[in-house]
């Protein structure tokens, strides 16, 4: 499968809280890594495979008509895509979750092996830290 369709296919899986389907995308030795200046978790630090099934779940718990991730241009060269992405999800309570990422993801043997993410976190901290 073409690197682009690989990415897609994720992302899809990924706002569908497909689990399985999502993790099958990835390397057992995936890293994703969300590039926070400080590099506090939860908002930025590294994930591994199971992490990311985690992830997917939490998100999916905090709004329950999910995220919708809209595609919004790629860059392929090699194994490398640059992935522009935007969401949109309604938190339980009412609010809403929006941003804008940068996704550099590296493939392998047509698995994602490295995600390095960029994204507004202070907005992430506002809505789910609450400041």
């Known amino acids: 499968m073409e690197n682009k369709l690989i990415v897609t296919h994720f992302w899809r899986s990924f706002s569908e809280t497909n689990v399985e389907e ?3 995308l990835l390397d057992n030795q995936v890293v994703w ?20 099934g ?9 709004m329950p008509d999910g995220l919708q991730l809209k ?6 060269e090699g194994n490398r895509v640059a992935n ?14 929006q941003n804008l ?21 202070i907005h992430v901290k506002e809505i ?3 400041g």
Not at 33 to 52: E, Q, Y
Not at 109 to 116: D, E, P
Request: net charge positive.
């Open 22 to 24: 999502a993790l099958s």
């Open 33 to 52: 890594r969300s590039m926070g200046v400080k590099g506090d978790p939860p908002v930025s630090g590294t994930m591994d495979k199971k992490a990311i």
């Open 54 to 62: 985690e992830l997917i779940l939490n998100v999916r718990k905090m």
């Open 71 to 76: 595609m919004e241009g790629f860059t392929v």
């Open 84 to 97: 522009e992405v935007s969401s949109y999800g309604k938190l339980k309570d009412g609010g809403i979750y």
């Open 101 to 121: 990422y940068h996704f550099l993801i590296e493939l392998s043997h047509g698995k994602i092996r490295v995600v390095r993410e960029y994204f507004d976190t």
């Open 128 to 130: 789910f830290l609450g």
